[in-house]
């Protein structure tokens, strides 16, 4: 599937609001952290920094690298310190696969991080599947990667759309109304998220209508015109990044936020920080909050992120952190780097409290590999108290009752001989 480069720019001050600006490190390609040692055990990440993507991929990149030091101090992967290789994807399938398989057979990575873009990921997952790679998804979140297209070495950090649309669908049609119509990002992400959202809606007796908007489209008033006539209760925004806040920006402007509802399934708090006050509306989830009172280990996490950033942790910090600790966990408990060994023993894994920093304890679904976490329900806000207190948690939804059942993925692991 071809995806068109993004054209949202991303200055100094953008990536400082985002939370991914980290003194001193600059994003070429690749960004490499080292640790001292003779043999490194190499992680390779793969994300797009540029693009409209490309604060939400920062942010992951900071999470990974503050992981890569933790691991480090306390004796890295297998007595071996962590090197980190990252590279930009530039929002392009093509680009994406590239660089994965320099990564692998170039630089040797003994495992896989990424991509941020869900058709992305699944291209990387077949190079990363071929090569018998361990492949973490850190925020692509479409069904397929844990669903139709799911694979042996393939685990995922972030919610598939399903459990997203699952987590809040019941609360848009409670509070506002069965007639929707989607704003929806023209690649597989979107395509997941709007059918995800419309069974649910359908099942309800409700009705929908909607656009597909190629990604990096500055102007939106043709698909919000589209809406108004549409006159629905409510607007399901599916955007992201970049292209998630020039929509809500104009949805504001253009006064349909006085006529209708707006809510989906993710406003990350890097795109929350880059809209004005009157467009931090409407109802939505999160796939991890820094605000979680009496939660063990949160609070350390978020005093961390802000050292780095200046601004509170954000659920793509937590993604790129999940992933680094996760491969470091697992080889230190098998005490090996082969991948099927690894992938088998992930199978049913549950995170550790101060990885999971959340009120359950997550583990990796050993029928689709899917991470149980907490889908966070809640309503976006302007800051109270805190600068980054933009989100008001209402419901936290279980990932067990969110995702379904595997069956229902079609999902089914092939595993190497």
Not at 74 to 91: K, T
Not at 342 to 371: C, I, M, T
Request: net charge neutral.
């Amino acid at each position: 599937m071809a995806i068109s480069r993004g054209s949202w720019p991303v200055t100094r001050r953008t990536l400082l609001q985002s939370g991914a600006a980290i003194a001193a490190v600059q994003f070429s390609s690749p960004f490499i952290i080292k640790a001292r040692g003779e043999t490194p055990v190499r992680i390779g990440l793969v994300d797009p920094l540029t693009g409209v993507y490309a604060a939400i991929a920062q942010s992951e990149v900071v999470g990974a690298k503050y992981a890569v030091e933790e691991i480090n101090k306390a004796g890295g992967i297998l007595g071996r310190p962590i090197e980190l290789l990252v590279e930009d994807s530039a929002n392009d399938v093509g680009t994406g696969v590239q660089k994965t398989r320099k990564l692998i057979e170039r630089d040797q990575v003994s495992f896989i991080i990424g991509d941020v873009n869900s058709g992305i990921a699944i291209a990387m997952a077949q190079v990363t599947s071929e090569k018998k790679v361990l492949h973490i998804v850190s925020g692509g979140h479409t069904d397929a990667v844990t669903g139709s297209s799911c694979s042996w070495n393939v685990f995922r950090v972030c919610n598939s759309t399903t459990m997203d649309a699952a987590a809040i669908a019941s609360t848009l049609i409670e509070k506002f109304g069965k007639k929707w119509y989607f704003l929806t990002p023209d690649y597989a992400y979107g395509h997941s998220v709007q059918a995800g959202f419309e069974k649910i809606l359908k099942a309800a007796g409700g009705t929908s209508a909607g656009s597909l908007v190629p990604l990096g489209t500055p102007d939106y008033s043709a698909y919000l015109i589209q809406a108004k006539a549409f006159n629905p209760q409510v607007l399901i925004n599916v955007m992201g990044g970049g292209d998630q806040v020039a929509s809500l920006k104009q949805f504001v402007q253009f006064g349909l936020d006085k006529q209708m509802a707006v809510g989906g399934a993710l406003f990350e708090l890097e795109s929350i920080r880059s809209v004005p006050d009157t467009a931090r509306i409407g109802w939505w989830t999160m796939e991890w909050w820094w605000d979680q009172p009496g939660v063990p280990h949160v609070a350390e996490f978020n005093a961390a992120m802000k050292k780095l950033t200046g601004g509170a942790a954000t659920a793509r910090n937590w993604f790129g952190y999940v992933s680094v600790q996760t491969l470091a966990l697992i080889a230190n408990q098998e005490k090996t780097l082969d991948a099927p060994k690894l992938a088998h023993a992930l199978s049913g894994f549950k995170l550790p409290p101060d990885v999971a920093l959340q009120p359950n304890a997550p583990a990796y679904r050993a029928g689709d590999h899917e991470l149980m976490s907490t889908v966070f329900v809640g309503e976006a806000h302007p800051p109270q108290g805190d600068p980054d207190n933009m989100f008001t948690v209402r419901n936290p939804v279980a990932g067990e009752k969110a995702a379904g059942s595997v069956e229902d993925t079609g999902c089914k692991i092939q595993w190497p001989a």
